[in-house]
Protein backbone atom coordinates (compact mmCIF):
# COMPACT_ATOMS: atom_id res chain seq x y z
CA UNK A 1 0.00 0.00 0.00
CA UNK A 2 1.10 3.92 0.02
CA UNK A 3 3.58 4.66 2.78
CA UNK A 4 5.98 7.45 3.16
CA UNK A 5 9.37 6.73 5.40
CA UNK A 6 10.76 9.59 7.16
CA UNK A 7 14.61 9.42 8.64
CA UNK A 8 16.36 10.12 10.95
CA UNK A 9 13.13 9.80 14.18
CA UNK A 10 15.17 11.95 16.05
CA UNK A 11 18.07 14.68 15.34
CA UNK A 12 20.20 16.75 17.71
CA UNK A 13 22.22 19.35 16.11
CA UNK A 14 24.32 22.20 17.53
CA UNK A 15 22.81 25.89 16.77
CA UNK A 16 24.12 27.12 13.88
CA UNK A 17 24.52 23.91 12.43
CA UNK A 18 22.05 22.36 8.85
CA UNK A 19 19.76 19.72 9.75
CA UNK A 20 18.03 17.44 6.61
CA UNK A 21 15.28 15.08 6.90
CA UNK A 22 14.94 12.16 4.56
CA UNK A 23 11.30 10.92 2.94
CA UNK A 24 10.70 8.42 0.43
CA UNK A 25 7.41 7.62 -0.60
CA UNK A 26 6.29 4.53 -2.45
CA UNK A 27 3.45 5.89 -4.58
CA UNK A 28 4.36 6.70 -7.93
CA UNK A 29 1.52 9.35 -8.37
CA UNK A 30 1.98 11.54 -5.68
CA UNK A 31 2.65 14.96 -7.22
CA UNK A 32 2.32 17.08 -3.91
CA UNK A 33 5.09 17.28 -1.10
CA UNK A 34 4.59 19.37 1.88
CA UNK A 35 6.58 19.49 5.05
CA UNK A 36 4.67 20.32 8.52
CA UNK A 37 5.84 21.61 11.62
CA UNK A 38 4.46 20.87 15.02
CA UNK A 39 6.37 22.24 18.43
CA UNK A 40 4.95 20.52 21.70
CA UNK A 41 1.08 21.04 22.50
CA UNK A 42 0.82 22.54 19.55
CA UNK A 43 -0.97 22.13 15.83
CA UNK A 44 1.10 21.03 12.80
CA UNK A 45 1.72 23.96 10.70
CA UNK A 46 2.53 24.32 6.97
CA UNK A 47 6.21 25.32 6.66
CA UNK A 48 6.81 24.81 3.08
CA UNK A 49 6.01 22.39 0.17
CA UNK A 50 6.73 21.61 -3.04
CA UNK A 51 5.04 20.05 -6.53
CA UNK A 52 5.83 17.53 -8.60
CA UNK A 53 7.14 19.72 -11.33
CA UNK A 54 9.60 21.50 -9.47
CA UNK A 55 13.07 20.38 -8.10
CA UNK A 56 13.65 22.43 -5.76
CA UNK A 57 12.39 24.54 -3.49
CA UNK A 58 13.30 27.93 -0.72
CA UNK A 59 12.09 29.89 1.80
CA UNK A 60 14.88 31.51 4.04
CA UNK A 61 16.73 29.22 6.03
CA UNK A 62 13.98 26.24 4.53
CA UNK A 63 14.68 24.21 1.78
CA UNK A 64 12.97 21.29 -0.22
CA UNK A 65 14.80 19.00 -2.59
CA UNK A 66 12.45 16.34 -4.69
CA UNK A 67 13.60 13.34 -6.74
CA UNK A 68 10.99 11.89 -8.99
CA UNK A 69 13.38 9.22 -10.36
CA UNK A 70 14.33 7.95 -6.33
CA UNK A 71 10.78 8.97 -5.00
CA UNK A 72 12.13 10.89 -2.01
CA UNK A 73 12.44 14.39 -1.00
CA UNK A 74 14.38 15.93 2.04
CA UNK A 75 13.70 19.39 3.93
CA UNK A 76 16.97 21.41 4.63
CA UNK A 77 17.24 23.77 7.35
CA UNK A 78 20.20 25.91 7.82
CA UNK A 79 21.20 27.87 10.75
CA UNK A 80 19.57 26.31 12.81
CA UNK A 81 18.02 28.12 15.97
CA UNK A 82 16.60 27.02 19.27
CA UNK A 83 13.31 27.66 17.92
CA UNK A 84 13.20 25.10 15.04
CA UNK A 85 13.08 22.51 17.71
CA UNK A 86 9.71 20.92 16.94
CA UNK A 87 8.64 17.68 15.36
CA UNK A 88 8.75 17.82 11.59
CA UNK A 89 6.27 15.35 9.24
CA UNK A 90 6.44 15.01 5.40
CA UNK A 91 3.94 13.71 4.06
CA UNK A 92 3.17 12.72 0.52
CA UNK A 93 -0.47 13.65 -1.25
CA UNK A 94 -1.74 12.09 -5.08
CA UNK A 95 -4.55 13.17 -7.01
CA UNK A 96 -7.64 11.26 -6.85
CA UNK A 97 -7.74 10.59 -3.28
CA UNK A 98 -7.28 14.21 -1.31
CA UNK A 99 -5.65 12.46 1.39
CA UNK A 100 -2.00 13.00 2.75
CA UNK A 101 0.38 9.85 3.18
CA UNK A 102 2.20 11.04 6.31
CA UNK A 103 5.61 10.06 7.68
CA UNK A 104 6.49 9.06 11.06
CA UNK A 105 7.86 12.45 11.98
CA UNK A 106 11.91 13.60 12.99
CA UNK A 107 12.32 15.54 16.46
CA UNK A 108 14.59 17.74 16.05
CA UNK A 109 16.70 19.24 18.69
CA UNK A 110 18.59 22.37 18.01
CA UNK A 111 21.32 22.44 21.19
CA UNK A 112 22.36 26.11 22.51
CA UNK B 1 -5.98 34.87 9.09
CA UNK B 2 -8.54 31.92 8.44
CA UNK B 3 -8.46 28.66 10.92
CA UNK B 4 -9.78 25.77 11.77
CA UNK B 5 -11.95 25.86 14.80
CA UNK B 6 -12.32 22.51 17.26
CA UNK B 7 -14.27 22.16 19.88
CA UNK B 8 -13.80 21.48 22.76
CA UNK B 9 -9.83 21.64 23.35
CA UNK B 10 -10.30 18.97 26.42
CA UNK B 11 -12.19 16.46 27.40
CA UNK B 12 -12.11 14.20 30.26
CA UNK B 13 -14.36 11.49 30.57
CA UNK B 14 -15.36 7.95 31.96
CA UNK B 15 -15.22 5.13 30.20
CA UNK B 16 -18.05 3.77 28.63
CA UNK B 17 -19.34 7.59 27.87
CA UNK B 18 -20.06 9.10 24.50
CA UNK B 19 -17.45 11.65 23.58
CA UNK B 20 -18.41 14.17 20.48
CA UNK B 21 -15.91 15.89 18.74
CA UNK B 22 -16.44 19.10 16.49
CA UNK B 23 -14.89 20.99 13.57
CA UNK B 24 -15.52 24.17 12.06
CA UNK B 25 -13.34 24.08 8.54
CA UNK B 26 -11.71 27.22 7.23
CA UNK B 27 -14.60 28.84 5.04
CA UNK B 28 -15.20 27.54 1.64
CA UNK B 29 -12.89 24.47 2.02
CA UNK B 30 -14.58 21.26 1.25
CA UNK B 31 -12.41 18.43 2.02
CA UNK B 32 -12.06 17.73 6.00
CA UNK B 33 -9.76 14.67 7.81
CA UNK B 34 -10.13 13.63 11.13
CA UNK B 35 -6.88 12.53 12.45
CA UNK B 36 -5.60 11.06 15.82
CA UNK B 37 -2.28 11.42 17.49
CA UNK B 38 -0.71 9.61 20.73
CA UNK B 39 2.13 10.85 22.68
CA UNK B 40 3.62 12.88 19.67
CA UNK B 41 3.55 10.14 17.63
CA UNK B 42 2.29 10.29 13.74
CA UNK B 43 -0.97 11.50 12.20
CA UNK B 44 -3.22 8.73 11.86
CA UNK B 45 -5.83 9.22 8.93
CA UNK B 46 -9.29 7.75 10.77
CA UNK B 47 -11.23 9.91 7.76
CA UNK B 48 -12.37 12.27 5.05
CA UNK B 49 -15.36 13.92 3.69
CA UNK B 50 -14.67 15.61 0.60
CA UNK B 51 -17.98 17.91 -0.41
CA UNK B 52 -19.63 16.44 2.80
CA UNK B 53 -19.68 12.91 1.62
CA UNK B 54 -17.44 10.59 3.69
CA UNK B 55 -14.67 9.57 1.08
CA UNK B 56 -12.61 7.44 2.69
CA UNK B 57 -13.28 5.84 6.76
CA UNK B 58 -11.38 2.63 6.71
CA UNK B 59 -8.88 4.27 9.68
CA UNK B 60 -11.77 4.55 12.11
CA UNK B 61 -13.00 1.66 14.27
CA UNK B 62 -16.25 0.90 12.60
CA UNK B 63 -17.94 -0.51 16.07
CA UNK B 64 -17.63 2.39 18.23
CA UNK B 65 -16.47 5.73 15.84
CA UNK B 66 -18.72 7.54 13.57
CA UNK B 67 -17.69 10.46 11.43
CA UNK B 68 -20.57 13.25 9.69
CA UNK B 69 -21.02 16.44 8.20
CA UNK B 70 -24.40 17.66 8.91
CA UNK B 71 -23.40 20.82 6.36
CA UNK B 72 -20.63 22.57 5.35
CA UNK B 73 -19.73 24.30 8.01
CA UNK B 74 -19.12 21.41 11.32
CA UNK B 75 -18.08 18.14 11.03
CA UNK B 76 -18.05 15.71 13.63
CA UNK B 77 -16.24 12.52 15.18
CA UNK B 78 -18.00 10.38 18.12
CA UNK B 79 -17.44 8.29 20.10
CA UNK B 80 -19.63 5.46 21.80
CA UNK B 81 -18.88 3.75 23.91
CA UNK B 82 -15.13 5.57 24.75
CA UNK B 83 -12.40 3.88 26.14
CA UNK B 84 -9.00 4.16 27.69
CA UNK B 85 -7.00 3.23 24.50
CA UNK B 86 -9.09 6.01 22.70
CA UNK B 87 -7.02 8.62 24.82
CA UNK B 88 -5.16 10.79 22.37
CA UNK B 89 -5.29 14.61 20.67
CA UNK B 90 -7.77 14.24 17.62
CA UNK B 91 -6.79 16.65 15.17
CA UNK B 92 -9.42 18.01 12.33
CA UNK B 93 -7.94 19.62 9.15
CA UNK B 94 -9.51 21.25 6.07
CA UNK B 95 -8.39 21.76 2.46
CA UNK B 96 -9.57 22.58 -0.86
CA UNK B 97 -7.84 20.94 -3.33
CA UNK B 98 -5.11 18.24 -3.71
CA UNK B 99 -1.79 19.94 -4.56
CA UNK B 100 -3.12 23.23 -1.44
CA UNK B 101 -2.11 22.49 2.18
CA UNK B 102 -4.07 21.12 4.70
CA UNK B 103 -4.94 23.18 7.28
CA UNK B 104 -5.20 21.76 11.05
CA UNK B 105 -7.11 22.78 13.78
CA UNK B 106 -5.64 22.96 17.40
CA UNK B 107 -7.04 19.80 18.30
CA UNK B 108 -9.05 18.22 20.91
CA UNK B 109 -7.14 16.78 23.53
CA UNK B 110 -9.06 13.61 24.51
CA UNK B 111 -8.54 11.79 28.13
CA UNK B 112 -10.71 8.47 28.65
CA UNK B 113 -10.62 7.15 32.42
Known amino acids: GENVEQHPSTLSVQEGDSAVIKCTYSDSASNYFPWYKQELGKRPQLIID?????GEKKDQRIAVTLNKTAKHFSLHITETQPEDSAVYFCAAGAGGTYKYIFGTGTRLKVLA | DARVTQTPRHKVTEMGQEVTMRCQPI?????VFWYRQTMMQGLELLAY????????DSGMPKDRFSAEMPDATLATLKIQPSEPRDSAVYFC???????????FGDGTRLSIL
Open chain 1, 50 to 54: IRSNV
Open chain 2, 27 to 31: LGHNT
Open chain 2, 49 to 56: FRNRAPLD
Open chain 2, 93 to 103: ASGLVLGKPQH
